[in-house]
């Protein structure tokens, strides 16, 4: 189970684990939480009070301190399993939704023809339709795309990298996303 970790703006910063999260509510760097309880750790006793110190950590945790994440310069790192996701498992071409293991990283503009493996340059294929297009353009193939691809904003790609979110977690991440995003239900 991972804590989604906030700037006090409420920008979100990273996915922590549970003891990550423990180690800002010690350190007093908890300016704010949401979300449910989902842990709570039980320290040593107090020797003049004999009290037992608690820590209960919530979902979402907003912390002190500068935003190490501009949403504006961010540039989601690509991989296979972030490209289904946004495209939902559909394949550009043929429209079928398919298993992640039957599904290619596509380039719209074959890395042989000079194309760059960026965001905006893939899409989500079919091991066919990717056989079938080959090294050529999806007009050189005669295979118009169905779909336009595009770079997640800083919202999406926070749900796109954890595939254990929380339903209080997704609540609060869906709320922020772009209306063209195509991770809305």
Known sequence: MKVLK?????????????EQAVLHYAAEEVRWEMGQRVAVFHGGHNAVTGLQSVIEVNSIIGTKGVPAINPFE????????????????????????FHEEELTREHILPLGQKGRDTWMNVVTACRCCNHRKGNRTPEQARMPLLYAPYVPSLWE????????????????????????????A
């Not at 906030?6 to 549970?18: E, F, K, N, R, Y």
């Not at 961010?74 to 939704?97: M, Q, W």
């Not at 990298?161 to 991770?183: C, G, T, V, W, Y």
Request: proline residues 5%; positive net charge; glycine residues 6%.
């Open 157 to 184: 790609d926070f749900i796109l990298r954890n595939r254990r979110i929380l339903a209080d977690q997704m609540e609060f991440l869906m709320a922020h996303l772009p209306k063209s995003s195509r991770l809305h």
């Open 74 to 97: 961010l540039r989601p790192t690509l991989s296979n399993g972030k490209l289904f996701s946004r495209d939902r498992n559909v394949c550009a071409y043929c429209g079928g939704h």
């Open 6 to 18: 906030l700037s006090a703006q409420g920008l979100p910063q990273s996915w922590i684990s549970l």
